[in-house]
């Protein structure tokens, strides 16, 4: 199984502001995913992001909002941009197994917007 | 919008005692997993099940398919303190590997 580190694993902002959130991965992978967890609710997918290709967005999530770069197979960032208090969430990337199609997880960024 | 729904939404068992969650969704799947959740950190992968299967077992965990129903089932036997997490299954579909999680259970294993 890959290992994942998320950067940072906790952050209060202001409204208004942006802020970058980093995931790496110990090996090299196709796919990463980055997904958003509200207060008490379940997983929701917000894009898929390909290295060398734009990043594919879901229904609801746009480029402007949550633009993603994947410079590399090994690491890519998410930005939560011009922040309010409804973006407050856990943030979590994950990338693709090897063989069978299971993912594994980061440990979260939790992210809180005053 | 989540594919997936769980039901218990909640789940307060005691230590020794076996756990049965449900998951139902709602279009064809090409495999099913299941996840644990620990506070809130992020997700530890438990099990995959494949379409054309029906039953997987792996330690304390057993999981069952009927795609016929569109529902699952984890099996937690002899429940420890430490299962205490929300437990979700997620639906992957078509080609792509993206994953459509279910609304999750969360569990509590007490003394």
């Known amino acids: 199984s890959a290992v994942i580190s998320q950067k940072p694993s906790r952050d209060i902002c202001q409204r208004g502001t942006s802020l970058t959130i980093q995931c790496q991965v110990d090996?090299?992978?196709?796919?990463m995913f980055w997904y958003r967890q509200q207060p008490g609710q379940s997983l929701t997918l917000i894009a898929t992001?390909?290295?060398?290709?734009?990043?594919?967005?879901e229904s609801g999530f746009v480029i402007d909002k949550f633009p993603i770069s994947r410079p590399n197979l090994t690491f890519s960032t998410l930005t939560v941009s011009n922040m309010s208090p409804e973006d407050s969430s856990i943030y979590l990337c994950?990338?693709?197994?090897?063989?069978?199609?299971?993912?594994?997880f980061g440990p979260g960024t939790r992210l809180t917007v005053l | 919008s989540q594919q997936g729904e769980e039901d218990p939404q909640a789940l307060s068992i005691q230590e020794g005692e076996n756990a049965t969650m449900n998951c139902s969704y709602k279009?064809?799947?090409?495999?099913l997993q299941w996840y644990r959740q620990n506070s809130g950190r992020g997700l530890v992968h438990l099990i995959l099940?494949?379409?054309?299967?029906r039953e997987k077992h792996s330690g304390r965990l057993r999981v069952t398919l009927d795609t016929s129903k569109k529902s699952s089932s984890l099996l937690i036997t002899a429940s420890r303190a430490a299962d205490t997490a929300s437990y979700f299954c997620?639906?992957?579909?078509?080609?792509?590997?993206?994953?459509?999680f279910g609304t999750g259970t969360r569990l509590q294993v007490t003394l």
């Open positions: 994950s990338v693709d197994g090897t063989y069978h199609n299971e993912q594994f």
């Open positions: 090996s090299q992978v196709t796919m």
């Open positions: 992001a390909n290295q060398g290709s734009e990043a594919t967005y």
């Open positions: 279009t064809s799947i090409n495999n």
């Open positions: 099940i494949r379409s054309n299967e």
């Open positions: 997620a639906t992957a579909t078509g080609t792509a590997s993206k994953l459509t």
